[in-house]
């Protein structure tokens, strides 16, 4: 067997890139992976189909309700539910290549198969055992249901689930309303689905600023989603076509139950560690079956290293990435380093939902001095030809320093327009750096510099 100087466990955007940068840096290097496919749940379940799908049925959306005002007239199209499929698995297949493809040029070698470890300096794939004197465990998440909810992939589903069914429901329940419930509910709400949205919290997405919540839950709704806020799900009790959902209104205790042909469960995801015999190895894990790691992504057990959903932090792929490329740097002998003060969150439902840094509610409790600068897309003239005037920018900074300490969007293309001040933050701008800079008109990004004006002298279109 050959002997390496890296394997990495898991080919999801922590593992394939961890791979890759140990490679580039001159390290032999093994990835293990499990599926038919490279890429994780990102690629083949997750991030990427889903991005797919929004992206078809905003174009559908915006056909049926914005291509008559623009002039352009004609029968709206209609779903091909097949094809629309078909698209979706061939993005998937583009960009799981494309993962292969690097592989081939970096020199990695693919490990096919689910892999475990014996010892430290040994990975167990199948009935090979492997020399490594480093391993990185990416190993990823998986949903997490709630007791008294089974989960049969058909009628009662997670995103996995959700992103084939045979057809197009009449009605979905998603449970929670996180991340994945509203970007999937948007997707089909938007191919005529009643949604209805329960969840256990007086608000949805929880940790987001307060004001974009509401902002953000009031355009949800006006698109024609339903939301119940405060009930806890306590079952779903679903046959081979159709399921019931039973919930507790937490105001009153009173119990109340709603019927749907699908019933999505987006209520969190938890490390997937399992088969990987980190028991045996003595591998310290927290009370929420995540990895524990030093500050340079190492277990307690000397050569073994852990990153991504399976460790600590957000189940965010862009902030495994980081952690990949900062683990082999470490492992090569250089300082890898992931500021986890700046790493974004984006929602990809139409508006765009972003965020990077504090919340407003965080600075309050926090005591902190600061000041708030904010901007309605309403005044951006971008935005108001594309008929995405809703939302808004609002910049969070120091009230004695001006350093920008959060930023929250809500509005076309939040999560690109986040960027821009996430590299601000990354060099300890001031919002008046972001104001003084020049930016392009006529372009939705003009919007981020209002609002950085409005946290100095004043916005100019407001
Ligand atoms: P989430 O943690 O975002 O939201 C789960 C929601 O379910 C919460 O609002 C919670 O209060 C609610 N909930 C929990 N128990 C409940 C009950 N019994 N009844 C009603 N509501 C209940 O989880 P989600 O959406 O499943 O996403 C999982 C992970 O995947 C997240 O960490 C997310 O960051 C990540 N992800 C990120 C994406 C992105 O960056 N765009 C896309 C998809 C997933």
Redesign the pocket.
Known sequence: MAQYDVIVIGSGPGGYVAAIRCAQLGLKTACVEGRETLGGTCLNV??IP?KAMLHATHQLHEAEHNFAKMGLKGKSPSVDWKQMLTYKDETIEANTKGIEFLFKKNKIDWLKGWGSVPQAGKVKVGDDTHDAKNIIIASG?E?SS?PGVEIDEKVVVT?TGALELPKIPKKMIV???????L?LGSVYSRLGTEVEV????DT???GMDGEVQKTFQKILQKQGLSFTLG???QKVDASKTKAKVT?KLRKDDSEQTLDADVVLV????RPFTDGLGLDALGIEMSQRGQIKTDAHWQTNVKGVYAIGDCIDG????HKAEDEGMACAEVIAGKAGHVNYGVIP????THPEVANVGHTEEELKEAGRNYKAGKFSFMGNGRAKANFAADGFVKILADKDTDRILGAHIIGPMAGDLIHEICVAMEFGASAEDLALTCHAHPTYSEAVREAALACGDGPIHM
Do not use: K, N, Q, W
Request: hydrophobic share 45%; charged share 10%.
């Open positions: 997750g991030c889903s998440s949903a709630l995103s449970i929670g309303a996180g991340v994945i419930g970007e329960i969840e256990f919290l949805i997405t929880p009930a806890a799900v919930y987006s209520t969190g995801r957000p189940m965010l792929a969150g984006v929602i990809y």
